[in-house]
């Protein structure tokens, strides 16, 4: 467990935005396209519907995560 910012679980905050179910679901698309998973992410950002979303998504926590 690690201590960040004098709170155990802090570094957990992003957590609750997926479920369960969802986590690792854009990772796999983008490793079964052969690209990581900002390269796929920039590449179908303007895509509609839920990849889009999904997309855009890993951008944004890409830039929060910093």
Do not use: C
Request: zero cysteines; a positive charge.
């Amino acid at each position: 467990m690690a201590i960040k910012d004098g709170h155990p679980d802090a570094h957990l905050w992003m957590q609750p935005a997926v479920p369960k179910s969802h986590r690792g679901i854009f990772t796999a698309k983008a490793k079964k396209a052969g690209m990581s998973v900002q390269a796929y992410a920039r590449k179908k950002a303007s895509a509609p519907g839920k990849l889009g979303k999904q997309a855009r998504f890993a951008l944004i926590a890409k830039k929060i995560g910093k």
